[in-house]
């Protein structure tokens, strides 16, 4: 930083710190001095971390645990279900600091309908080099289109999906442009993560600005805050002591992740695969307006082919929580062309319904 640029970011914050002492500032002021601040750390230059390509170019493969990818990281992953001959095939993308492991209640229900699961651990989490560093949308979107490719040329008849939890359904949906109907068959989302700079309060979308380029190192973790994820405590427990459970993140991660939910929810517009978009009413960490404004993005028929369930007693792990069961059988019964069985149940656990494929609306209530 030189000397001229240390003078204006001193005689910023003195302007802004004034704003706290001085009663005859308007708001118009105040907001003018936060955002002259933001533009000095521009000028700064500092810049947020994120990962480095491989130096290895080699062919993407599947070992027996691993998948190595186009620049030769080896990305751990999980799978359950018949691998030589399943009647279908998803790849499951776990969700923000979560790893593989977020799919082992799904994995084996599935597998009962032979369906094939395969989960792996996503760049920067779980047990990946340069853990906790964020690696940026253009590497999460090639690694889960190369290994569709692998997967799609060893079971070439066999109809394959994708099933993103949290910012995995945030990554599916800027995948899809990338690929055609005939290579993948679907996709899932469960509470994809949509919150981006769009929807953002703008104070709270300036402080991550300028904390990304001034302190894009510091851990944030969630001690403090009061966001209930799920509600099943036994799992939340066990996401606590399990050490590929990231328990923080650094602040350009995040910013990182508020940048690929923000192109997710502008790629709504373009998702023409059949899309099973799972929301519950009692999210908090995706918010219902950010969730509203990517449904309404959607494509309508006969371009879109989408449906929504709208679970009135659901987290933001749906498939975790203590009736993830019921969600992971409507999951099946799309997969499978069958009704729903939370739709035919006697318990009502949805609130609103839209199985129609016209790319209907589903009215997520404000309260």
């Not at 104070?203 to 302190?215: D, E, K, P, R, Y």
Request: hydrophobic letters at 40%; a positive charge.
């Amino acid at each position: 930083m030189t000397l001229k640029t240390q003078k204006l970011f001193s005689m910023v914050l003195t302007k802004i710190h004034r704003c706290d002492l001085t009663t005859n500032l308007t708001i118009k002021q105040v907001v003018t001095n936060f955002f002259l601040l933001i533009f000095v750390i521009t000028l700064i230059g500092c810049a947020p971390r994120t990962q480095q390509i491989g130096k290895i170019k080699t062919v993407p493969q599947l070992f027996t645990d691993s998948y190595r990818t186009k620049d030769g990281i080896h990305l751990p992953y999980k799978q359950w279900g018949d691998a030589d001959a399943p009647e279908a095939i998803i790849i499951a993308l776990h969700g923000f600091n979560d790893y593989s492991n977020a799919f082992k209640e799904f994995g084996p229900i599935a597998a009962c309908r032979n369906i094939l699961t395969i989960a792996y651990d996503q760049r920067g989490f779980g047990n990946t080099p340069e853990k906790g560093i964020w690696a940026g949308t253009q590497f999460f979107v090639q690694d889960l289109l190369n290994l569709t490719h692998l997967l799609k040329a060893k079971h070439p008849n066999t109809p394959l999906f994708w099933m993103g939890e949290s910012m995995g359904g945030a990554i599916s949906m800027i995948a899809s442009k990338l690929i055609d109907e005939h290579t993948l068959n679907g996709i899932i989302l469960l509470a994809p993560a949509v919150w981006g700079w769009r929807t953002m309060n703008p104070f709270q979308a300036g402080l991550l600005f300028m904390s990304a380029h001034v302190l894009p190192w510091m851990q944030l973790t969630g001690d403090g805050i009061p966001v209930k994820p799920s509600d099943n405590e036994k799992m939340l427990r066990e996401l606590g002591a399990d050490p590929l459970v990231l328990k923080g993140a650094r602040i350009d991660s995040l910013y990182g992740l508020v940048s690929l939910m923000d192109d997710a929810s502008v790629a709504a517009q373009h998702i023409k695969h059949p899309t099973l978009f799972l929301y519950g009413a009692k999210d908090e960490l995706v918010p219902k307006h950010p969730t509203r404004e990517t449904l309404r993005r959607l494509p309508r028929a006969p371009i879109g082919k989408w449906d929504t369930i709208y679970y009135k007693n659901g987290y933001h792990m749906l498939i975790r929580d203590i009736k993830g069961e019921k969600v992971i059988k409507d999951i099946l019964a799309w997969i499978n062309k069958e009704p729903y069985p939370s739709f035919l149940n006697e318990e009502n656990e949805i609130l609103c319904f839209s199985a129609t494929l016209q790319g209907d609306i589903p009215p997520l209530r404000k309260d």
